[in-house]
């Protein structure tokens, strides 16, 4: 256990709290059990060192940091280590990187039953099944998704512009605004192919020369450790998977097609649907549909996207298409905090059932959803809107 705090108190020294993503001040700390999920390299370890950095920069009495892919863990259990740590007088336990620890569920409910004193907050994989784990802890635990940065996040952390975030009924309703203000701190144009190319992950901080390259060893982590352990997946078929990723980030989001999708990834359509939904939860790619409740989830999305832009600049094989870029934001930017569904009319979302949104470039115009209430252009390179012209960037302020 000594050795577990020494590595603690190295990690708390070298967190740095400069900058904190907007999470921090949603999270429920208090609560007795609290999942933070993401994709990898979203800066879920971060948040969780910063806030014992905060709280408890000096106490390591109460409060103990324990990664369990750490090679304690492979000659302890978990169980073994609350029981030190409950005895010398812990309260709270952070642990990272669960899904790395086999009995994690089953032990981490033991432990929740069993030490009702004690505060427990984990991190992991955005595959974790919390509903459907070994020992169910969805009554138990309060559950928080994480996902990269936003466009407002990024330019307080790379430009130190802080500007607070708005609800979409605020963009959409009074988008003059929310882009006075915004012009008024900034110019958002100057630093917007910046954030499309590598602003997403906070790691582009470490190294902006192999950042695409860690990007690829994330993708690769994801597809040839996470989704064989998590889920099954045939390590034959990760090379296909590969190849089914680096077809969907050339190519311009469609209509799907499963057949010709099956015969272009070598795989059947039974496998290449179920491959589709763990990409998804893994947060490489994004499914639409036209309807989230409709039993055609079942069958097949309607559109396909990449997660975010900066994956779509890591793994394209061709030039990225703006038209595609653009989606892609648009997707990935709406889908954290609302419900998106492709639109089957004359435009490409409806967001919360309420709003209809076409996504395009500046000349784009009005006539597709001239017949449509509640209806917007979410147009790229302007800085103002007009009518119902809104700046792109803008759907970038939402977190």
């Known amino acids: 256990m000594d050795a577990l705090i020494n590595r603690y108190k190295r990690l708390l020294a070298a967190t740095s709290t400069t900058y904190i993503r907007s999470l921090m001040e949603t999270i429920h700390w208090d609560a007795r059990l609290i999942a933070i999920r993401g994709a990898r390299g979203v800066g879920k370890t971060t948040l969780m060192l910063q806030y014992l950095k905060l709280h408890y920069p000096n106490d390591t009495k109460s409060a103990l940091y324990a990664s369990l892919d750490s090679i304690y863990f492979t000659q302890h259990t978990l169980m073994e280590l609350v029981e030190q740590?409950?005895?010398?007088?812990?309260?709270?336990?952070?642990?990272?990187?669960?899904?790395?620890?086999?009995?994690?569920?089953?032990?981490?409910?033991?432990?929740?039953?069993?030490?009702?004193?004690?505060?427990?907050?984990?991190?992991?994989?955005?595959?974790?099944?919390?509903?459907?784990?070994?020992?169910?802890?969805?009554?138990?635990?309060?559950?928080?998704?994480?996902?990269?940065?936003?466009?407002?996040?990024?330019?307080?952390?790379?430009?130190?512009?802080?500007?607070?975030?708005?609800?979409?009924?605020?963009?959409?309703?009074?988008?003059?605004?929310?882009?006075?203000?915004?012009?008024?701190?900034?110019?958002?144009?100057?630093?917007?192919?910046?954030?499309?190319?590598?602003g997403y992950y906070p790691f582009y901080m470490e190294g902006a020369s192999d950042y695409y390259s860690r990007i690829e060893n994330v993708v690769n982590l994801i597809l040839e450790i996470e989704l064989p352990q998590q889920c099954g997946v045939d390590i034959g078929n990760v090379r296909k998977l590969k190849s089914l990723l680096a077809i969907l980030s050339s190519e311009t989001p469609f209509t799907v097609d499963m057949?010709?999708?099956?015969?272009?990834?070598?795989?059947?359509?039974?496998?290449?649907?179920?491959?589709?939904?763990?990409?998804?939860?893994?947060?490489?790619?994004?499914?639409?549909?036209?309807?989230?409740?409709?039993?055609?989830?079942?069958?097949?999305?309607?559109?396909?996207?990449?997660?975010?832009?900066?994956l779509l600049y890591a793994l394209s094989l061709k030039e990225v298409n703006k038209g595609t870029l653009r989606e892609v934001f648009m997707v990935n930017q709406l889908s954290y905090q609302h419900r998106v569904e492709y639109c089957s009319r004359n435009a490409d979302y409806t967001v919360d059932g309420k709003y209809i949104i076409e996504v395009g470039g500046k000349s784009k115009d009005g006539k597709q959803i001239a017949d449509e209430s509640n209806a917007y252009i979410a147009a790229d390179n302007i800085e103002?809107?007009?009518g119902n012209k809104i700046p792109l960037w803008a759907f970038g302020f939402l977190y």
């Not at 409950?86 to 669960?98: A, I, N, R, S, T």
């Not at 009924?169 to 006075?180: Q, Y």
């Not at 359509?269 to 589709?276: D, F, G, P, Q, W």
């Open 85 to 198: 740590f409950y005895l010398k007088g812990g309260k709270h336990l952070f642990l990272d990187e669960v899904h790395k620890y086999p009995t994690w569920s089953q032990e981490v409910k033991n432990i929740y039953d069993e030490y009702p004193e004690l505060r427990i907050v984990f991190t992991g994989s955005s595959l974790l099944r919390i509903l459907n784990a070994e020992a169910d802890l969805s009554r138990r635990c309060i559950s928080y998704n994480m996902q990269g940065l936003s466009y407002r996040e990024y330019l307080k952390l790379y430009h130190s512009i802080e500007i607070r975030p708005y609800t979409l009924n605020e963009i959409v309703t009074n988008p003059d605004a929310v882009c006075s203000d915004v012009n008024a701190k900034c110019r958002p144009l100057a630093y917007w192919d910046e954030y499309l190319q590598n």
């Open 259 to 310: 057949t010709k999708l099956s015969t272009l990834s070598e795989m059947s359509r039974t496998t290449l649907l179920a491959y589709l939904q763990y990409l998804d939860k893994a947060r490489l790619i994004h499914l639409l549909y036209s309807d989230l409740n409709s039993v055609k989830k079942l069958q097949k999305p309607d559109k396909i996207y990449m997660e975010n832009t900066n």
């Open 384 to 386: 103002y809107p007009s």
